[in-house]
């Protein structure tokens, strides 16, 4: 095989091994309002941290924070401290169809915001479950 096509072989596979993995999204709540799932694909942990992303999905449409456009799903990076439960939420990208799919209507600014504790019966809580809890 000549030099050309040899290096245009490994730019391609470098290539692919670098783009993101495909989100593989696992239901952990759902009831009449909105749908929550979680990227097992993108789950790292690092001591107590958990960092992931979840998928908001929404029975009807909600109003987007800036400029007060329709939105029906939502895909946030998140982090969990297990020991103390405490939850960050990231960045947000809100999308005009269902499955973090369609037009993607805003954006928050990246980076987390500060850790807060957990709430009792909410989808923070039912992250954090699925997360820190030990397996029964």
Known sequence: MNAPIRIALLLAAGLALAAPAEARWKMVRKDKAAALSVDTAGVSRKGDDVRF??????????????????YRSSITDAMVRCKTRQIAL????????????????????????????????????DLWKHFCSPKR
């Open 53 to 70: 992303r979840y998928l908001a999905d929404y029975a009807s449409p909600q109003q987007a924070f800036a400029t007060g456009a329709p």
């Open 90 to 125: 990231g960045r947000m990208r809100m999308y005009a169809g269902s499955g973090g799919k369609g037009r993607l209507v805003e954006t928050t600014p990246p980076g987390p915001a500060p850790l807060e504790m957990v709430e009792n019966a909410t989808s923070d809580e």
